[in-house]
């Protein structure tokens, strides 16, 4: 692999003084917490410019000193200048930047933001794929006292007006001319709007108050290191700096309000139990490639890296969409650690039975070892869901019988609220900080969680048992391989009911689900003599063989129950696989239940008639 631009850059006389500022204050024991004393605060808020009480414990984990975003940033770069911090592929080299030049590209981009005039505790969103630019834009926007607001680019430009009034966003920072379109098409409703930069690419045409990435980081060049730095300055680790917007599986989406404490110390708190290692020794290599707008990607792929010293290498923007893509960067990367999500674990899964079909007998007996070895670790890891981070605490309320009952977790990674909506905000916060998380589950003797559901997902039957639905259709999954999505329904109901849809070939322009059934179904079904190539084969029951399959595969579920009420007595093979741009799933692809079942009210209402 070749890295370009990977030259000494010399630390600047107002990085250095930052530097000296800062450690004074860490050997002087004094955090920005102290400089100004808040008025009276509690736990939680829905403010922007609100302050919160951060949740230390009296010792360990949870009693480390606060840092901002800027200090954690500080402290990095200086320590690690010359070290690889970012790399994106340009035609067929990976370009690069070192940390003193990450850290002085964010304050070059931070005084843009200030020359645009972005207010204090206002919106800057970032609509577009991961890159250098989308990390520099989300850092900058928090180094100028702005709030950095991440944006999914499959949003609709009504979801993105919905932020951007909610967020009360100064500045918009787009990918290319068609993420641009979507801010266009609703600016006339964006009261707060003040300007657009496009990251990338030249403008189609040249609008007022519309940048080029080039144009905008010149914007600053009359903005002083000391303006900067008072605002800097100014910031305080218990303070909002970012918004992040939930899916909305079960309503609209909420604004979760980050402060930097929340993303300073969850990181490092996050990395005890973690096997990284820290530069310069040992650097870490990392790929990005799910969406930056997530808290928990965001936390793996910018905060971590930053607190480590680690190298982040951006996999290309169709990573997921692409067979291949991403397997193929990792090859060229390589990564010492990878953050993986269900779907790229199967593409993996997929190359190495290809593989294996046309492996010669020794390289055979290599992967079939390999693979016996990880389902043995990984079995023996599949029912532990960890502890409390270290630092936090977590406990069980409301307990049945049986001892399970709702999570409350209590920490500093907690974020400080929902913007907005005070309402939600004191539903879902106690005033002694305790967050009610939704999740039921068990605590066993030795601390560890185990989760069996959502409150929201719980299915009630008509006898008043309660049952959760995803173990049962995960085990349809696996009991079935032609199977995509399992949804069980049943509320109120004497029996279960479940909707199904097969694995098919997806638009890789779109994202929609095709017809076509997947190589992997087909051969599965020549295997056990059917002849299916589409859904539409197999959907209306038209294929006996299929059917048979997928009535055996529940039988056996149904026979690790007594109750009826627990059983799968009906099901229905949908015409169209569930997806993000049919609405069927969120953006992380999980099962929106609640529009699922809105969308097939019919055909789940038949089961029961």
Request: neutral net charge.
């Amino acid at each position: 692999m070749l890295f370009v631009g990977c030259s000494e850059n010399s630390i600047s006389a107002t990085t250095k003084r930052n530097l000296r500022s800062f450690e004074k204050r860490k050997q002087a024991g004094e955090t920005q917490l102290d400089m100004n004393k808040p008025k009276t605060i509690g736990f939680f808020s829905s403010q922007l410019n609100g302050e919160v009480i951060l949740r230390n414990d009296k010792k360990g984990e949870g009693n480390q000193a606060p840092l901002t975003v800027h200090e954690l940033m500080l402290e990095t770069a200086t320590k690690y200048p010359d070290l690889i911090a970012l790399g994106i592929k340009k035609v067929n080299e990976w370009e690069t930047i070192t940390y003193i030049e990450y850290y002085e590209l964010c304050r070059k981009a931070a005084k843009s933001l200030l020359k645009l005039d972005l207010e204090r505790f206002h919106g800057v969103g970032i609509l577009g794929c991961n890159s250098i630019e989308w990390l520099v834009a989300n850092i900058a926007s928090i180094f100028a006292g702005g709030i950095s607001v991440g944006i999914f680019p499959q949003n609709s430009p009504q979801n993105c007006r919905f932020i951007a009034d909610n967020s009360e966003a100064n500045i918009f920072m787009v990918e290319d001319d068609w993420q641009l379109q979507k801010i266009l098409k609703v600016q006339n409703h964006l009261p707060h709007l003040k300007a657009i930069v496009q990251l990338k690419g030249k403008l189609r045409k040249k609008l007022p108050h519309l940048y080029s990435w080039e144009e905008f980081l010149k914007l600053g060049v009359t903005i002083s290191d000391e303006m900067l730095d008072r605002i800097i300055d100014s910031q305080k680790p218990n303070q909002c700096c970012m918004v992040v917007y939930t899916a909305g599986t079960t309503g609209p989406p909420k604004a979760v309000m980050i402060s930097h404490d929340n993303i300073t110390w969850t990181s490092a708190a996050v990395l005890q139990s973690l096997p990284y290692t820290y530069a310069p020794e040992n650097q870490e290599i990392l790929v990005s490639y799910l969406p930056l707008c997530l808290i928990t990607v965001q936390i793996f792929e910018i905060w971590i890296p930053i607190t480590i010293g680690a190298s982040i290498f951006f996999a290309e923007p169709d990573a997921i969409k692409v067979e291949g893509s991403l397997i193929n960067t990792l090859r060229e990367v390589r990564p010492t650690t990878f953050f993986g999500i269900p779907e790229v674990w199967e593409e993996i899964q997929q190359k190495l039975k290809l593989d294996q079909m046309s492996a010669t007998s020794f390289k055979k007996n290599m992967i079939v070892w390999a693979k016996k070895v990880g389902l043995k670790t990984n079995l023996n890891r599949e029912h532990d869901c960890g502890k409390a981070i270290p630092g936090s605490n977590s406990l069980l309320r409301q307990k049945d019988e049986d001892g399970m009952g709702e999570f409350f977790i209590w920490g500093r990674h907690i974020s400080m609220g929902y913007l907005n909506n005070e309402y939600k905000t004191k539903k879902v916060f106690d005033p002694k900080g305790w967050l009610h998380t939704g999740d039921m589950g068990i605590l066993d003797n030795e601390g560890f969680i185990h989760i069996t559901g959502r409150i929201e997902e719980i299915i009630i039957t008509n006898e008043g048992e309660r049952i959760f639905p995803v173990p049962i259709e995960d085990m349809l999954k696996n009991n079935i391989p032609i199977i995509c999505h399992a949804m069980i329904v049943g509320n109120q109901a004497k029996f279960l009911s479940v909707l199904l849809t097969l694995k098919c070939e997806v638009n890789e322009d779109t994202g929609e689900p095709r017809s076509i059934l997947t190589k992997e179904v087909i051969n599965f079904c020549r295997r056990n003599n059917s002849k299916a190539t589409k859904v539409t084969d197999i959907t209306n029951n038209q294929d006996p063989v299929i059917d048979d399959i997928i009535q055996r595969g529940i039988d056996e579920i149904n026979e690790q129950t007594d109750y009826d009420s627990h059983k799968i007595l009906k099901w229905k093979v949908l015409e169209k696989d569930f997806s993000i741009t049919g609405g069927e799933l969120g953006p992380t692809s999980k099962m929106r239940r609640s529009h699922i079942t809105r969308m097939y009210q019919t055909t789940i209402a038949s089961f029961y008639i």
